[in-house]
Each structure stands twice: as C-alpha cells, then as structure tokens.
C-alpha cells in the first residue's frame, strides 16, 4: 500500500484565499484524522472521522475550517479565507477500526499564508 | 481531558551512548494506550513503539525500549546505542482504549541530536 497520500506537499497562498488540503486513506482504513502542527501548539487534533461520520470536530479552530469525507477514500480540509496564522504543517491520518490499532500518517502539507 | 507532557524540549547525545526521552501524562482512564512517534526533517510521523496500558511489561523494539511506570503515569523512551539516523523529533502520545476511532493526544516534542 503507498500510505496516506496528501496533497499537495507545499501550497502558498496570499491571505483572503480559499485552500483545500486533500488526504487519501489507506484503504480499508476506517477512521481518519487531520491534525495541525505548529510551533507555539505542537500537533492539535482538528476533526475526525469514522466511516466517513464526523465524530469530533471540537479542534476546529472557527468556522473558517471545514472538512469532509464524501466516501472511505478521499478527504479534504478547507480554509476560506485564509490568514496568516493558519500557516502550518496539516497532517492527515488514518487508522483501522479496532482496539489494537494505530494511526499511519501522510507525510503532510506545508502551508504558508503571505 | 487527557494530557501529555514532555518536560525536555531538547536532548542530545554522543553517537553509540544511549539516552532516555521523559513523558508524562494525565488521565483517570484506567486503560489507554501510549506511543512514542519519530518526525525526522522529512516531516513524517513513524510509530516508533506502542505500549499498552494493562500490560505490565515494558515494550521494546530492537534498539528502543520503555519504561511504563502506570502509578507515576510516566512513560519515558530509552534509545540504546544511539546512531545518527535517531535524530529527530520524538513525540510521546496517549491515546484511550475504545473499540471506535479514538484521537491521539501528543506532547510537545522533544528534538533529538545525535553528536558524531
């Protein structure tokens, strides 16, 4: 399996702008994750899913963050609009269901708000 | 609401010697489990070890092992041998016993260097 795959790996956008930060789970994988890492917070769990349901969207910084799941294959994370402070490391991560199981991650998308 | 503290935001350690990563956390859950995550400067996030928390003995993973002390709620990372390729960043992180997904909890990090 390639993993979780994000895209892109770099994306810099002037403030005001809409991005969207994509993730494809490993498949078979139940449960998917995003994550934000910045220097001040370290890693903050944003929202995650399992089968596609949001479970817990409390980490979502205001209402300018979304996200969606529209099948077990393919996630995204808006921002709109975009700010400086929103710059950062996203990470996607996915998981099987179960009790025995941990969380493989994508290799993230660095973010730069000018 | 579970926490995790790593109390050294920096370590460093000559080639070949080993060195112990502290963590610490807070719960009242009785059974979770707890993680050790490498980032090195290519970004990704590499399991390192897992320990459960009903299993009284320690996990090790070749050159890595931990020691689990439950009562203390710590959780500390000894890296033997040291080599070159161990420096990163090494997250400690917890995470609740539940069938469904459960969200992990990380500490902030501690940034290893390993001196040739």
């Known amino acids: 399996d390639a993993g979780v795959i994000q895209s892109p790996r770099h994306e810099v956008t002037e403030m005001g702008q809409e991005v969207t930060l994509r993730c494809k789970p490993i498949?078979?994988?139940?449960?998917l994750f995003w994550y934000r890492q910045t220097m001040m917070r370290g890693l903050e769990l944003l929202i995650y899913f399992n089968n596609n349901v949001p479970i817990d969207d409390s980490g979502m910084p205001e209402d300018r963050f979304s996200a969606k799941m529209p099948n077990a294959s393919f996630s995204t994370l808006k921002i709109q609009p975009s700010e400086p402070r929103d710059s950062a490391v996203y990470f996607c991560?996915?998981?099987?269901?179960?009790?025995?199981?941990?969380?493989?991650f994508g290799q993230g998308t660095r973010l730069t708000v000018v | 609401a579970q926490t995790v503290t790593q109390s050294q935001p920096e370590m460093s350690v000559q080639e070949a010697e080993t060195v112990t990563l502290s963590c610490t956390y807070d719960?009242?859950?009785?059974?979770?489990?707890l993680f050790w995550y490498k980032q090195p400067p290519s970004r990704q996030m590499i399991l390192v070890i897992r320990?459960?928390?009903?299993?009284?003995q320690n996990a090790t993973e070749n050159r890595f092992s931990v020691n689990f002390q439950k009562a203390a709620k710590s959780f500390s990372l000894k890296i033997s041998d040291s080599q070159l390729g161990d420096a990163a960043m090494y997250f400690c992180?917890?995470?609740?016993?539940?069938?469904?997904?459960?969200?992990?909890?990380f500490g902030q990090g501690t940034r290893l260097t390993i001196n040739p």
């Open positions: 991560a996915s998981s099987p269901t179960g009790v025995n199981t941990e969380a493989f």
């Open positions: 498949s078979g994988h139940n449960s």
């Open positions: 719960t009242s859950e009785s059974d979770y489990y």
């Open positions: 320990q459960e928390a009903y299993k009284q």
């Open positions: 992180a917890y995470r609740r016993l539940n069938q469904g997904a459960q969200k992990l909890v």
